[in-house]
C-alpha cells in the first residue's frame, strides 16, 4: 500500500467491506504529537529564501523528508512554516521506530 520511504509506512491500516461487499483498505490517521513534546534536534531561523524541501535536505539529507518538520511545528500548512522570516522552526529528531530518514 506504501513505500518504506512513505511517511506513511507505519502507519496503521484497516479495511471496511462495503455493503455491495466490496473492500476498501485505508491508512488509520495518526495524531501527531504536541510541539512541546518533540525531540529537538536542532532549531533553524527561517530567511526570506528558506523553503522547507531545502531545509529538509540540509537538516537529513533528503529533501522529500520536509513533513517531520511539518509535523513538529504549530503552523498549519506547510507555506506557513517558512514566513515570516526570522521566525524560529524547530527541525525534530527522525524516529528511528517509524517515520525516520532513510
Known amino acids: 500500500m506504501t513505500d518504506r520511504t512513505s511517511r506513511y ?23 501527531l504529537p504536541h510541539p512541546d ?7 533553524h531561523r527561517i530567511t526570506d529564501t ?4 531545502t531545509i529538509a535536505a540540509r537538516a537529513y539529507g533528503q529533501a522529500t523528508a520536509w513533513w517531520l518538520i511539518a509535523n513538529a511545528n ?3 500548512h506547510p507555506d506557513q512554516l517558512t514566513d ?15 517515520g525516520a530518514v532513510r
Open 9 to 31: 509506512a507505519n502507519a496503521p491500516k484497516a479495511e471496511l467491506t462495503a455493503p455491495d461487499g466490496s473492500v476498501v483498505r485505508y491508512l488509520v490517521p495518526t495524531l
Open 37 to 43: 513534546e518533540v525531540q529537538v534536534a536542532q532549531r
Open 50 to 53: 528558506d523553503r522547507l524541501d
Open 74 to 76: 504549530t503552523p498549519a
Open 84 to 98: 515570516p522570516p526570522g521566525s524560529l522552526r524547530v527541525i525534530p529528531m527522525p524516529d528511528p521506530g517509524g
